[in-house]
Every structure is written in structure tokens, then in C-alpha cells.
């Protein structure tokens, strides 16, 4: 035999060879009817259901002993001292029978022993077989077992009899709470009967106050739902709102622009006219001033003299441009030269000389038949304000240029004389020569006198109203001495002219505060 838990070789004690018959039936009937027949206490402790504790008792008045068969495997090393016999059920049922017959009769015997085979080795064999099989098929474990490891199975056994204790004690702690709980219950029975009452008329009252809120709670999804449509369409409308806004914004910012554009081109335009107010378009086209002893129109000196050789092209264009500005200053006064008509033409200007023939007494009759309206015919004569040429032409040259000049001194006089009567409107600003005041801003027009030319023009000759005695003549001479009178005379006729467009240039200035 081998320990079923390590296998270990064993040895049958002599204990179970001598156990007699009786022992033997008395050691098993004893298990089964252990196994059979249940404590009626422990019965009564447990609480079973009535149906499943009949079919306990219909089960535990049954005869047959549950027997278990387990077939240990030989161990793997082929010893042959190991092998063992097999007993089947048949053979076990079969000897209950035979131990029946032998009770009846008079000589006592038991299944499987003879009284010529009690001393025999397999009898024994299968004694102890038997008695290990009904062992291992009451128990968890498997018999036969060595003393090791029934010390070690009883050391397990009692751990778990010290846990069967524990738990059975915490059961009964807690079926004693339960029992005690039970019987408090039953006490309290009443009252908690009131108190179930009220919790149901309060789950009544809770359940009408969760109606009337279920109802109000609708009603507010109602009106929730109503408030988000409303807000919807608030905010469509902000929408709305805003891209009006936008639009609006858009288009002020626009007109702000054009507005700003306006104003700028206004201060552009307000500076420039007033740019163009200050602007003398006389002096800028016209523009007298002095070089030396020179008189300059334009950059152009007009005059000669022997140190300073003037080329006479610069003198005919210097004389064009005096012509020009006479011209242009009459047009604007409106005046028009009595015997003359000035013909501007750059540096070859000349002056046409008017000359009306005197018609005798006899003819008196004969001009008060010819019609009014028809002009009197004039003899013209052509006056050239340039001079240069050939040498030998420059003599005849000369003269026809000395009577220009001295045609042009006396357009230059008639148009100071005009000028001197029409300018009783007109006061002479004292703090600038040249430029004039109206009399609305002149301090007092009682003492206004009229504008007069700085020289003196006689004839071919011009002086100083100071220096009378200082005449200097137009005409061109041959000489150191008459070159410097000309171009001093020249000089003075440029400073007349500066003069008169001084003049004409407050009238123009003056013009929009008189309107």
C-alpha cells in the first residue's frame, strides 16, 4: 500500500489484522448509519424549505449505503510490490447475501472470511481494501494515508474547525441581533404603523405637490419654449439690426471721406485762391527792376553805356516788352492814345502815328454834307521802336528810333495825365511807393490827392519833379554824354511804368471789396 497524499510506501498496522468480524461490521455499519442518519437537533437549527426536508427523510430511510469507488493509479516505476486487486460493486452486494445465510445457521461467519482462509494474505488484502475504500467514500480524503500527513490533514482540520467556530459564533451574534431586532419591531409595531400612515398621506401630499409641479413645469416649458422663440427672433432682428448698422456705418464712413475729401480739396483750393489773389499777374508777366545803372524789364536792360557795350537786340526786346506792358495797361484802364497806335511786336514793336489833315474854311460846307458816322481819313505814319542794321542805314536807322521813343514818352504822358484824373478814388499808399489805397481805407479822404508819375515827361525829355534842372533826353546820341542820358531816361521811363502797373494792380486787388 501507498499514502495517497506523497505516496510513500506503507505498512498495514497489526491493529487491522487482528480486528475481528464484529469490530469490522460495527466500524462500518456505524459510518453509514452516521451518514444516514442526521442529528434531529442539527435538523431543527437549520431552516430548510418543508418540500426539500421530506425528500431529506424519504432519502435517509433508504437502505443503501452510498458507496464510493476510487481506483488509485499503480505508480509509475513498475514496482511490482505495489500492484493491487480491484473489487467491484458486484463483489461487494454479493457478500451481503452470503453474510445472511451464514447468520441463520449456528456457526457465526461473515462475507469473504472461511475458516480455512483466515490466515491468507489476500483475505486480509481485501479486508483492508475495503475498509479504506469506505473510509475515502465518507471523507474528503483519499485513505490510506501515512501518520505525516494525518498530523498534517488533523492540523487543516482543525484550522478549519477554529473557522467553523468563528463563523458559527458570528452567526449566532447576528441571528441574536436579529431575534432581538425582531422582538423590538414587534414592540414599535404600532407606532410604526402611525408612522407609515402619515409617510403614505405624505407621499399622497408629495405625490399631488409633483402633479401640480409636473403641471406648472410644463407650463413653463411652455413658456420657455414661447421666451426662445421670441428670443430667436430677437436675435434675427439684432441681426438684422446690426447689418443695418454696418451698412450705415459703412456708408458714413464713405460720406466722411467724401466729406474730408471735400474739405481738403476746399483748403486746397481756399489756399490756392488766395495764393492767386496775392499773385500780381502784371508784375509776374512784367517784372521792372535794375541792374547797375540799368533798367530791367523782364531780365532785359534797356540802355547804353561805353564801359558796358548792350547789345541792341536786348534793347529792341527790352523796348518790346515796355511797348507791351503801355498796351496791355491802357486796355485795362481803357484808354486809348490820341494820334498813336501801338503795334507790339517783340524786339521789331513799332508806334503808328496818326496824323488827321486840317481841312480850310471853304471846306466847312462841303464836311457838313458828308455823313457823321463816316470816319476822317488819317495819314499814318510808322514808327520804328528798334533800332541796329547795317552801318551805313544806322544813321536814317537812329532817327526813325529817336522818334519812336519820343512817341512812346508821349503815349507813356497822356496815359499819366489820364490816370492823374481818374484816380480821385483812389489814395497813395504812403508806406509802399506805388501802391494805392481806396478811400474806404484811406484815414481821411478829404486830404486824398490824385496819383501822379514820379518824372516829368516834356517832349523827348524826362526829369525829376525834385530836379527840375536834371532833364535827361530819349533820343539816342552819338557821344559819351548822350548814352548816359538815355539810358538814364530810360531808366525813368521804366520806373513810370512801374508805377502805373503798381496802380492798375490796386485797382484789380480793391475790386472785390468795392463789390
Not at 384 to 411: H, I, K, T, W, Y
Amino acid at each position: 500500500m501507498y499514502c495517497q497524499r506523497c505516496r510513500t510506501p506503507l505498512k498495514a498496522d497489526s491493529l487491522l489484522d487482528d480486528l475481528n468480524p464484529a469490530a469490522f461490521d460495527l466500524l462500518a455499519g456505524s459510518t453509514n448509519s452516521k451518514e444516514q442518519q442526521p442529528s434531529l437537533a442539527q435538523i431543527q437549527n437549520v431552516h430548510f424549505p418543508q418540500e426539500r426536508k421530506e425528500r431529506y427523510e424519504r432519502a435517509a430511510r433508504s437502505n443503501q449505503s452510498p458507496l464510493h469507488k476510487r481506483t488509485i493509479p499503480a505508480p509509475r516505476d513498475g514496482n511490482p510490490g505495489m500492484s493491487f486487486i480491484e473489487i467491484t460493486e458486484s463483489q461487494l452486494v454479493a457478500s451481503e447475501p452470503t453474510q445472511k445465510t451464514s447468520s441463520t445457521s449456528n456457526v457465526p461467519s461473515k462475507p469473504g472470511i472461511s475458516s480455512g482462509k483466515e490466515s491468507s494474505l489476500s483475505w486480509a488484502a481485501q479486508r483492508h481494501e475495503r475498509l479504506f475504500s469506505i473510509l475515502s467514500a465518507h471523507s474528503d480524503t483519499d485513505h490510506p494515508i501515512c501518520s505525516e500527513c494525518s498530523s498534517m490533514l488533523l492540523s487543516a482540520l482543525n484550522a478549519k474547525l477554529n473557522t467553523a467556530t468563528r463563523e458559527r459564533d458570528a452567526y449566532a451574534s447576528f441571528l441574536k441581533q436579529l431575534q432581538q431586532a425582531a422582538a423590538k419591531h414587534k414592540d414599535d409595531e404600532a407606532s410604526v404603523k402611525k408612522e407609515l400612515e402619515r409617510l403614505k398621506a405624505e407621499e399622497q401630499e408629495a405625490f399631488a405637490e409633483l402633479l401640480r409641479l409636473e403641471d406648472e413645469k410644463k407650463q413653463l416649458e411652455s413658456d420657455l419654449a414661447d421666451l426662445e422663440d421670441e428670443e430667436k427672433e430677437l436675435e434675427r432682428e439684432e441681426q438684422r439690426f446690426w447689418l443695418s448698422r454696418n451698412a450705415f456705418d459703412e456708408q458714413e464712413h464713405a460720406q466722411r471721406v467724401d466729406l474730408e475729401a471735400l474739405r481738403q480739396k476746399t483748403a486746397h483750393d481756399q489756399k490756392q485762391y488766395e495764393k492767386l489773389q496775392r499773385t500780381n499777374v502784371y508784375n509776374d508777366t512784367f517784372f521792372i527792376s535794375h541792374d547797375g545803372n540799368f533798367g530791367t524789364i523782364n531780365g532785359l536792360r534797356l540802355g547804353r553805356l561805353p564801359n558796358i557795350v548792350v547789345e541792341w537786340a536786348e534793347i529792341n526786346a527790352a523796348w518790346g516788352q515796355t511797348l507791351l506792358l503801355l498796351q496791355t495797361l491802357a486796355e485795362r484802364l481803357s484808354f486809348s492814345f490820341q494820334g498813336y497806335r501801338l503795334r507790339p511786336l517783340g524786339s521789331t514793336s513799332r508806334i503808328e502815328k496818326l496824323e488827321y489833315p486840317q481841312q480850310p474854311p471853304d471846306a466847312s460846307s462841303a464836311s457838313a454834307a458828308r455823313p457823321t458816322n463816316q470816319p476822317v481819313p488819317a495819314r499814318v505814319t510808322v514808327l520804328e521802336l528798334f533800332n541796329g542794321g547795317p552801318a551805313l542805314n544806322r544813321v536814317f536807322q537812329s532817327r526813325r528810333f529817336d522818334q519812336a521813343m519820343v512817341a512812346f514818352l508821349d503815349c507813356l504822358s497822356q496815359l499819366g495825365k489820364h490816370v492823374e484824373r481818374t484816380s480821385t478814388s483812389t489814395t497813395r499808399d504812403s508806406g509802399r511807393p506805388g501802391v494805392w489805397r481806396t478811400p474806404s481805407s484811406a484815414t481821411n479822404t478829404s486830404n486824398a490827392q490824385p496819383m501822379r508819375l514820379p518824372y516829368v515827361i516834356d517832349g523827348d525829355k524826362i526829369w525829376s519833379r525834385d530836379r527840375p534842372d536834371e532833364a535827361y533826353s530819349i533820343r539816342v546820341g552819338i557821344g559819351l554824354s548822350p548814352d548816359e542820358n538815355f539810358t538814364k531816361a530810360c531808366k525813368y521811363v521804366l520806373t513810370c511804368c512801374k508805377y502805373l502797373l503798381a496802380h492798375v494792380s490796386n485797382l484789380d486787388s480793391s475790386r472785390p471789396s468795392q463789390s
